[in-house]
């Protein structure tokens, strides 16, 4: 822990391209570097679904998304610290980033309820937010029961207790439906939260970085606001958050117009979003990090990527389908496993087939990044 | 497959304890080596469950059982036989046993539902056995609802297109509660049943071994009969099926006075028992293989497999257990994560959690038949 409080994070700007916004870079955290742009894979409960962290190191993935929401109630930050930090806990020797909780526990409030959340099933979370005011939200834990008051200085404290390369301060996040007024309102309480957040990071670096979250909706005016207040700050990255539009259209269209008032020789990041389309539509446009459940979650709903698009396993034309899933793929499932035996495991309901799919996904993932790095170094992206 | 063909099964009795019946031997397959007494781990659809085949041959495990049934109703056997075989179709270099489908057929039938299909719900498995006569059993693939006949020559048939190194002939599990009338007659018919069996692997051995059941539930003499019957038939091997009694203390009776029946100098095997009590009460009787899902199952409802005992992993006080779940074991589960961090993926139900605990307790059934190897080298077994 000695070294990693006076290593600061660094980003180092290596490539514009000549032909659109994409640029490459690479982040320097305490635990090793972070090639940018590249895709950050969710370990909500510090393990990614159906993966241990030996594989998931195996297969490069260079940051790793936490979800201080349910790490805050299991186990807890005490046992963390306890640990030694996440980084021993969950053993990743890579750089991990952490969230503030907040996210999770305005979709219950208003339910727009997270993926990770989905599968617990809408009745567990209902009535679980007490009170929202000035002061932060008091939640109850789906666990115990118990009640949980998240701030901005009790989410910074859970993750110091963490310590992840990368966290994020505490923001509200407005339900997708609100007047002008309202959003408003609510933009000015995320500043306050986030100055608090950044404030309480700040007396305790601990070498980590804290990536503040933009926010405005789908408000133009409020997004240049918002990138205009928090710009001012000594935020170390600038992540982008909320709904920025109700489709691809006007997502890309928002981004294009804030991306440029962002500090260039600062790193971003686009908050839950990382599915192909948008990787595909958001690289152009500067984005250097995405999180994304996406190609996890795929995998275990039989959804595989490859570079001709996705295959959903279980169609009964893979049963014979005796090379790998793609061919020419490096992942240990394509080198080890045929598509027709991935098949029929999901066939079988077997949890190895969740395991195998999620393996190949991940490392498409990382291979995609990799080929837009190289795309863009010879400004073909 | 050619070369399959022509290299027969073959056993080496290499130590007898100069303290109890028991012995230290190898078989050797078309697929290597099998070192006795050793633990066959249940993967029914050619795969462990939440382990995939990698994983599995890291751990050393060198018999792995698959069972027909399952097998047969998916992915087919005409699939398996156009991947090359159950070692291609599954990637799995080392030896595989295959059952003939019966206990899993009469367990629908006479409702003492296998282990394996209690994941399943007792629905619906309800009336899917439709005849029984001396040809064989007509069942209701639980899949599809297709009407499938398993005969003596159709369970052949299926295990010479799936090519395990060693397979089992057809027989009738008769219920636990029956008439010695009853018993008597549903032994013969399983000797008929096994002689077909037998009969119809020997118009094309393909290099695989067949290992007899020995049959006869809880009636000594019939067991003795059964001995008797099958050891004048050219198997390769013996096993042990039906109920050998109520409770353990019944079993060791039942086996003390039958493995003297078996030749020395083939191998045996005892069919579905593998607890670690049985293990301990069985070794020194003399036998050679056990199967059973009992360390892979416990492992998925959170009991790991120590020296010291089995650990409830969800429990409390190993919150906070920062070492290893057993300390000096190799498995790569406990080289890499702790107690506390196993435990907390139980309480985030994460399917991680699986994979881990299984790794555990497979290399601890695989060091526990090593050291039981050395134990009996050393005549303290």
Redesign the interface.
């Known amino acids: 822990m000695g070294e990693n409080r006076i290593t600061p994070i660094r980003f180092e700007l290596i490539h514009q391209s000549k032909i659109s916004r994409a640029r490459v870079g690479k982040i320097y955290t305490p635990h090793g570097e972070i090639d940018t742009p590249n895709f950050v894979a969710v370990g ?11 594989t998931v190191d195996a297969i490069g993935l260079q940051l790793m998304f936490c979800n201080t929401y ?1 790490l805050l109630l ?2 807890g930050p005490e ?1 963390v610290r ?3 930090g996440l980084h021993k ?3 990743r020797k890579m750089p991990i980033i952490t969230d503030s909780g907040g996210f999770q526990v305005f979709s219950l409030a208003y339910g727009s309820v997270a993926d990770e959340l989905k599968s617990r099933g809408a009745k567990k979370t209902d009535g679980h937010v007490l009170k929202i005011n000035e002061d932060g939200v008091l939640f109850r834990s789906y666990r115990d029961g118990s009640k949980v008051l998240l701030t901005p200085e009790s989410s910074i404290t859970a993750q110091k207790a963490f310590g992840a390369d990368i966290i994020i301060p505490l923001d509200e996040l407005p339900p997708y439906h609100i007047g002008p007024e309202k959003l408003r309102a609510s933009l000015d309480r995320t500043h306050r939260w986030e100055k608090r957040s950044l404030d309480e990071h700040l007396k305790n670096p601990q070498g980590q970085a804290m990536y503040a979250v933009i926010h405005g909706g789908v408000d133009p005016e409020l997004r240049k606001a918002s990138c205009s207040y928090l710009t001012q700050h000594p935020f170390d990255g600038f992540s982008i958050g909320g709904s920025v539009g109700k489709n691809k259209t006007e997502m890309v269209e928002m981004l294009q117009s804030m991306l440029p008032r962002l500090p260039e020789e600062k790193p971003n990041h686009l908050l839950g979003i990382g599915d192909l389309e948008s990787v595909n539509l958001c690289v152009p446009l500067g984005i250097d990090t995405f999180d994304s459940s996406y190609p996890t979650r795929a995998a275990r709903h039989g959804l595989l990527l490859t570079q001709e698009g996705g295959i959903k396993v279980g169609k009964g034309e893979n ?2 389908c ?1 090379g790998p899933i793609e061919h020419g793929c490096k992942c ?1 499932t394509c080198q ?3 598509l ?2 991935v ?3 999901f ?2 309901a ?3 087939a ?3 799919a999620t393996v190949h996904n991940l490392h498409f993932m990382v291979d995609l990044m990799r080929r837009y790095r190289e795309a863009i170094l010879e400004d073909r992206v």
């Open positions: 909500t409960n510090g393990t990614l679904k159906a993966l241990d962290n030996q349910h299991q186990p046992v306890r640990a030694g806990f969950i053993n049963a014979n005796f240990s080890n496993f045929t027709a035996y098949h029929h495991l066939k079988a077997e949890l190895t969740y395991t195998l």
